[in-house]
């Protein structure tokens, strides 16, 4: 295993503009320098121990599908190979080779755009109560796990603390406008399907996943943001292994809570350290979902995949 493992950046050359969940992001002249730390959360509660190459993992991830998708709708990315980067950032190369992107500085919309495909995890348990996933109505006798017809948009609100909360699409429209709200989802839909369709011919089902995007303050054009149907974005099952009606195995942190919750945790920080073998697994999760998508276990090569 790695011993390369980065839970806190330290750039003295940049001031920090803010410090999320897994990524930490720094002002560089008008630009912004995201860094995708090896932290990892599970219960809103960010754990001691990081696990390694997990930043390097959803970093290069998120340039594969910037690359893949600008037929869609534009990215910030601005550039993702560390060599090409301004000089000043070169004595951090420890830290951001392969787990760092330049980017616009946009303003970001205030709300996920959540695209569910199958029925699974809080959808599931609304459709047992009311027949309905995010207040949409749904056919009845659908099982665990059952694929949809086409897939939803059901847009988050982005909690500062918490949980995010899921809202109507409705309720989307009053806060932003039709016009975005209706950019946004289909923005989000095509994404979602394209991705969807190139997953699953490598081998994995997402089942769901959330976009993010940003507007340029003087055109209003939507751009593409933070990452893309990454495992921590996104849920991920294996191709081979799924059938409706059941649990499904996953490659993202699951892996993690299922350890959790076997502890006499509250579930309130400071979380517990996670053993020398929860965090193997759930490394090789991270690194097989990068495997099947990109072929190989390369993480040191983003610029193939830029253009």
Not at 54 to 74: A, D, E, H, M, P
Not at 101 to 110: D, S, Y
Not at 131 to 151: H, M, Q, T, Y
Not at 257 to 280: I, N
Request: charged letters at 30%.
């Amino acid at each position: 295993m790695s011993d390369n493992v980065l839970v806190d950046t330290r750039l003295d050359a940049l001031p920090l503009r803010s410090k999320g969940k897994v990524r930490d992001v720094y002002e560089l002249d008008g630009q912004l320098l995201i860094v995708t730390t090896d932290r990892i959360s599970a219960f809103d509660v960010v754990l001691p121990t990081g696990i390694p190459d997990k930043g390097k993992v959803l970093n290069q991830l998120s340039l594969y599908w910037f690359g893949r998708t600008r037929g869609i709708v534009s990215n910030h990315l601005i550039e993702g190979d560390f060599d090409r980067y301004p000089a000043l950032l070169f004595p951090f190369g420890d830290q951001l080779r392969q787990r760092s992107m330049l980017v616009k500085k946009l303003e970001p919309v205030a709300f996920e755009c959540v695209v569910r495909g199958y029925l699974y995890g809080s959808g599931w348990k609304e459709y047992q109560k009311t027949g309905r996933v995010c207040g949409i109505p749904l056919p009845k006798g659908l099982s665990l796990a059952d694929r949809f017809d086409e897939p939803l948009f059901t847009p988050s609100t982005k909690a500062t603390a918490g949980h995010d909360l899921n809202v109507s699409e409705e309720a989307m429209s009053d806060a932003l406008g039709a016009d975005l709200t209706a950019r946004l989802k289909e923005a989000s839909l095509s994404l979602y399907r394209l991705g969807s369709v190139e997953a699953e011919s490598k081998g994995i089902v997402i089942a769901d996943t959330k976009f993010e995007f940003g507007l340029d303050p003087q055109s209003e054009d939507l751009y593409l943001i933070d990452e893309v149907m990454t495992p921590d974005s996104s849920r991920f099952w294996p191709k081979d292994s799924y059938r409706p009606g059941k649990d499904q195995p996953s490659f993202d942190k699951q892996f993690v809570r299922e350890y959790l919750e076997t502890l006499d945790w509250d579930k309130t920080p400071p979380g517990p350290e996670l053993p020398p073998d929860v965090v193997a697994g759930t490394r090789a999760r991270y690194l097989e979902a990068y495997r099947l998508l990109k072929g190989g276990n390369d993480l040191d090569s983003p610029r193939k995949d830029q253009g």
